[in-house]
């Protein structure tokens, strides 16, 4: 595997379940990122983690909660969510946050439809 | 409020043809700027960048230009290509922040 992957690719879920995104990147980046987008709007900045740990919360609801084990691996922990939800989830990676100039690598994204 | 917009949602073009894609910004903090293309069912990947303390920067088909002063950069690409055809994000940071905002995109459809 090689550059940001992500499971699953699509993901149809009620209102009352408990499901999980995953991200893994490949690249030895040290920021992970969690991006929504939600149709007709722009890629929004949910959450970030710089070596592990969580710098920046963009407001995100409580339904939303993000675990990073590690600077490869990034979670979102998705419960009791609305159809409001629904959207492209986009996570993202890279190498240095503190570069000014460093640009991120996306992975493909999921798909999440909330009924 | 919007910091940066795509004010044309769609553009096409013929093949062979200069595609000129078009950004505004309404923050002054931001100083790096960068164009992002997106294919269906693709994550986007990172195109070309510039920052604040350039007005052009040049990779092959594509040139990115920023006008400081009007707040508002360019994405130049020729000859455009049916395989250029994607959507293009348009994604500014500064002020010391890492985080990227971004456009809400412009559909590019190169035409043969």
């Known amino acids: 595997e090689t550059g940001v992957t992500q499971t699953p690719r699509h993901l149809v879920m009620g209102m009352t379940n408990k499901k999980s995104l995953k991200c893994e990147q490949h690249?030895?980046?040290?920021?992970m990122y969690w991006y929504k987008q939600s149709a007709k709007k722009p890629l929004e900045l949910m959450f970030v983690?710089?070596?592990?740990?969580?710098?920046e919360n963009n407001s995100v609801p409580s339904r939303f909660s993000p675990e990073c084990p590690n600077s490869s691996h990034l979670f979102l922990h998705l419960h009791t969510l609305q159809p409001e939800d629904s959207a492209l989830y986009l996570c993202?990676?890279?190498?240095?946050?503190?570069?000014?100039?460093?640009?991120?690598?996306f992975g493909p994204g999921t798909r999440l439809t909330v009924l | 409020d919007q910091q940066v917009k795509q004010n044309s949602p769609s553009l096409s073009v013929q093949e062979g043809r200069i595609s000129i894609l078009n950004c505004d910004y309404t923050?002054?903090?931001?100083?790096?700027f960068l164009w992002y293309k997106k294919y269906p069912a693709e994550g986007p990947t990172f195109l070309i960048s510039?920052?604040?303390?350039?007005d052009k920067n040049e990779d092959g088909r594509f040139t990115v230009s920023l006008n400081k002063s009007a707040k508002h950069l360019s994405l130049h690409i020729v000859p455009s290509q049916p395989g250029d055809s994607a959507v293009y994000f348009c994604a500014a940071r500064g002020g010391g922040s890492e985080k990227l905002v971004f456009g809400k995109g412009t559909k590019l459809t190169v035409n043969p």
């Open positions: 690249l030895g980046h040290n920021a």
């Open positions: 923050n002054s903090m931001f100083d790096y």
């Open positions: 983690y710089n070596f592990k740990e969580q710098t």
């Open positions: 993202a990676s890279s190498q240095d946050p503190g570069e000014p100039y460093n640009e991120q690598f």
């Open positions: 510039i920052s604040s303390i350039k």
